[in-house]
């Protein structure tokens, strides 16, 4: 991954976030759910959501900087390429298949998926590379989803998988090929079946834009940000551990696991640390303390028990 450029975002682009959540207020009455925007069209649409007790209420990263500041290597590797190369992506007719080792398997059209009890889910996230948003998704738990297929007794892990479209997407195309596709991720079946991990279909109570992984991506927010996989066309329940795209690129620097860990440094640089995209204007640095999975060790770090997570990274 490139080494990390702060961008610029002036303190006034910062959204209070008791502004947006009285939006979210207005919004959840004045919308009738999920609006269906015609095949291929970019239009945000607007969700109604229910609030979360997982929902931290710390100050929310502009929407500008969440939509334009994003990591989306099918869209090309610089930072601003996903919201520039994304526009002729269509996110509609989608589904997503769910298979493997489950006693129904079966294919979800997205406009079931949307029907699902959603809700706002405003997460830290994390990326590898050291910086930091805190972002309002709308989603599902995908715990929700794991039950409609009735994993087996046999499943230990799930895998996912993103869709590959090289007509659409201008990173799937060219010479130079910075990752293997499809873009493949996976969790052990307990981290995929806990609470705080959501697919997400919307954030800033819309719909989700192409770049930030329309319409539907993964968010495991204790986690690094390359674990939650963007623009999902399949799902399946697995005996052995999935190959991961980025583990795969370099095994040596990402690991399966990846939990948020301040005292495991990339080989690259110190994870100790990390910037909050919007912290302290022009002059940012990296200066804000990283947490033990991302904040969220009273919720997961149970999971983990016994596991040496210096050695699995
Ligand atoms: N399919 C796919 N999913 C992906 C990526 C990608 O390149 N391709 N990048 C990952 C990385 S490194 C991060 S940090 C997050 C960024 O999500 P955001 O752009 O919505 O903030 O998406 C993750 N999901
Ligand atoms: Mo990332």
New binding site residues.
């Given amino acids: 991954?490139p080494v990390y450029r702060p961008p610029r975002i002036a303190a006034s682009d910062i959204t209070p976030r008791d502004i947006y959540m009285s939006r979210r207020k207005f919004m959840g009455t004045a919308a009738a759910g999920f609006v269906m925007a015609g095949a291929g069209s970019a239009l945000a649409a607007p969700l109604t959501a229910a609030p979360s007790r997982f929902s931290t209420d710390e100050t929310l990263t502009p929407k500008e900087a969440?939509t334009t500041y994003?990591?989306?290597?099918?869209f090309g590797t610089a930072k601003s390429d996903?919201a520039q190369n994304s526009g002729q992506f269509e996110p509609l007719p989608w589904s997503v298949k769910v298979d493997g080792m489950v006693g129904k398997p079966r294919e979800f059209g997205i406009e079931e998926l949307m029907k699902m009890q959603l809700e706002d889910r405003t997460y830290r996230?994390r990326?590898?590379e050291g910086w930091s948003?805190v972002?309002p998704w709308v989603g599902f738990p995908l715990s929700a989803l794991l039950d409609q297929v009735e994993p087996l007794g046999s499943a230990k892990y799930v895998s996912f998988e993103?869709v590959v479209r090289p007509e659409q997407m201008p990173g799937q195309t060219g010479f130079f090929q910075p990752?293997e596709w499809p873009?493949v991720e996976g969790l052990r079946l307990d981290e995929a079946r806990h609470p705080l991990t959501i697919l997400a279909v919307g954030l800033y109570g819309e719909t989700l834009p192409n770049?930030?992984?329309a319409p539907i991506?993964l968010v495991v927010p204790w986690k690094y940000?390359?674990k939650?996989?963007?623009?999902i066309v399949k799902i399946s329940l697995v005996e052995e551990q999935p190959q991961t795209t980025w583990k795969n690129s370099n095994a040596r620097e990402y690991g399966f696991y990846s939990n948020v860990n301040p005292a495991v440094d990339h080989p690259r640089w110190s994870q100790a640390t990390e910037q909050r995209i919007g912290d302290g204007g022009f002059f940012s640095v990296a200066n804000r303390p990283t947490l033990p999975f991302n904040g969220y060790a009273d919720e997961v770090a149970s999971l983990y028990e016994g596991m040496d997570l210096k050695a699995n990274f």
């Avoid at 994003?70 to 099918?74: A, K, R, S």
């Fill in positions: 991954m969440v994003n990591n989306f290597y099918e996903p996230m990326c590898v948003m972002i993103t990752l873009y770049q930030n992984g991506r940000g390359f939650s996989i963007k623009s």
